[in-house]
């Protein structure tokens, strides 16, 4: 008996993590969006030195891994982040293009609440932002009753595109 109540527990813990999951955008298709059909070769920025450090004021914690990937092609730059909602983490895809924001999408919601933020109405509030000298973007969010983890998670995570994409382009020259 205790071992049937162990498999249905984990048949209903599996089932309702795959049943959270939601992939809007494939991340490969994101990139080629970002790119016109002719996405760059992926580069790494690793998260050594100060840059985790960086990291660290942005988003409130350590960003997981030792590297990030990212696309690069003149002043553009496309990034596909994680960040934990609520529980789950939440993957977006993030364009910046000449220091501001350009285009965020969410690629893979993994809640059962707050999916709202894959939506024009809310990502669109962020195109055109920049970074200011605190590290925060520029202009207001407007939240999303029951999904302030979600928008939290998202604007932390624009900033942090925008603050990797400043990164790279000074690393480059420009």
Known sequence: MIAYSLAVGILLTVSQQALAEEIYLPPADFVD??????PPASKNLWLRGGIQDDITTIMGHRYGGLRIKYWREGGRTAWILE???KYEPITAGFIVDSGKLAEIRILI???SH???????FFTDQFRGLELNENRRLTGPIDGISGATLSVSSITRL?????????RVAADAGG
């Open 33 to 38: 969006l970002a790119f016109d059909g002719e």
């Open 83 to 85: 960040e934990i909602g």
């Open 109 to 111: 919601y993994r809640e």
């Open 114 to 120: 707050g999916w709202e933020v894959r939506y024009p």
């Open 158 to 166: 624009a900033a942090l595109a925008l603050f990797l994409d400043a």
